[in-house]
């Protein structure tokens, strides 16, 4: 069953930018998918421990660079939400929500993309 | 194989930009901090540098810096995550040559490499045209006044023979032709130079404040005239007076300015005792003076009074051989005054700039050449960061060329516009060749928001 976010089916990742990059070269784009499945996880994890614990000054550092990471696979939907913790997530209420969102975002991505490679 | 040297902390990053550019061509090494990336600039003499900003240890600022103290032509491309406009002002301030915004497009990517490039390899390529270690004064004394045409040969010779009588001197020229610079050299380069020099611009005054400024007055000769003051005559003793814009000056005050001369001597406003004028007079005009006299404007014989000895300063376009020296002279005094590095000109920039009319003259060269210089992102005047102005090239034709009717108030803005932009903005100028008050002028800025 596709997973739903906000009523709205998730998307598959838009690889439209890597593929450019890559030139339609598909191993270039295999090697930055399997780097990203190695470091984008543990980001997640951290950016979601960050959040936890309010270390909001490690929070940005995290989101700062989660922003050019989602980006570059193709996982869109979950950028405007990382630039808003980002931007200020002390001032955020619905911070945790929001952490979920991304991380439930970039989990069903993180699925698909594991199948490219 | 050009080397390209990728600094981030970010693996995939690293390696997205590291695959893309060895796809195009290049051969690409990487370091995971600034640290590590400053042993590798030192160690494998990279041609291009790509630095993220945000970095754990150094950032790439600071990166940077201490780049530029190891290798001043080092091109350096900073990125970062997303938008930050204090932080792109730090760093083209600081000397990187670009600041691109992650994630960058392959083909902004691979076009500002190129453009990064192929700096270095214009700057390697061209003869240093001016010394940065001039430390004197002298070189920018020595060339305050540039040419090598025999135009301008002869008006030095006459200079060399003028200044060291105390004749007065009449400066015919368009604008921005460097009227007062010939005033000054007359001035500094004879037997008045440790005497006064007193510089008057006769259209930025009323004709009363104009008499007061040039013969003084005495207390209460006026409202406001709380105490006696001296005019410019007086001031300028035995020196030189610079009457610049002679034309603007009334014909109540050219009657004054005759007797002056004839008389040798002239009374304060609201004076009685006669004072002795001992100065030279340098008048400048960009008018024809002889047609001003057949309109009435301007009286004969003070004409001849005021030009014993003429100079015509011929415009910029009529001496285009100059193009080159007046460059390397501006090239000089600019960088200087701007804190900035451009010793090279780029290939073809020379052609480029005498193939332009150059309507302002010398002063518009030098904007242009400021503007450039501001803009370089090396030390070479390029092609690209020059600007020229076609504005008031053949008006008629524009008007031609326009693709449909336009009201007369967007034709007035326009016409408005291109006349501030043509003086420099100089609105007694632009108020005069509109022939509207300056009152009227600054309403019409309001009114149409123009801005220089």
Known sequence: ?117 | MEKILVIDDDKMIRKLFSLALTKAGYNVIEAESGDAGLLLVHSERPDLVITDYQMPGKNGLEVLAEIRKLRLKLPVIMLTAYGDVVLTIKSIQQGAFEYLEKPVNPETLKSTVIKALSSVKSSNSLTTVIRTDASSESMLEDNILVGRTPQMKEIFKNIGLISMNKVNVLIQGETGTGKELIARLVHFSGITHNKPLVVVNCSALTETLLESELFGHVKGSFTDSIRDKKGKFELAGEGTIFLDEISEISLNTQVKLLRVIQELEFEKVGGELPIPMKARIIAATNRNLEEQIKLGKFREDLYYRLKVFTINLPPLRERKDDINDLVIHFLYKLNKRFNKNVTKIGDGVIEMLQQHDWHGNVRELENTLLQAIVMSKNDVLEKENIILNYRMAEPVAKYQEMSEFRTLESLEKHHIKCILDEVNWNKVEASRILDITRPTLNAKIEKYNLVQ
């Open chain 1, 1 to 117: 069953m596709d997973e739903l976010i906000n009523g709205n089916k998730i998307p598959l990742p838009d690889l439209t930018y890597l593929k450019e990059m890559a030139d339609g070269d598909e191993t270039f784009i295999r090697e930055i998918i399997k780097i990203f499945l190695e470091e984008g996880p543990v980001m997640l994890r951290s950016m979601k421990e960050c959040a936890d614990s309010g270390d909001h000054d490690r929070l940005k550092l995290v989101t700062h660079k989660l922003i050019t990471q989602l980006t570059s696979v193709g996982i869109l939907t979950a950028v405007p939400d990382v630039k808003r913790i980002n931007k200020g997530s002390r001032d955020m209420i619905d911070l945790n929500e929001t952490v979920d969102r991304i991380l439930k975002i970039s989990n069903v991505s993180i699925e698909h993309l594991k199948t490219m490679i």
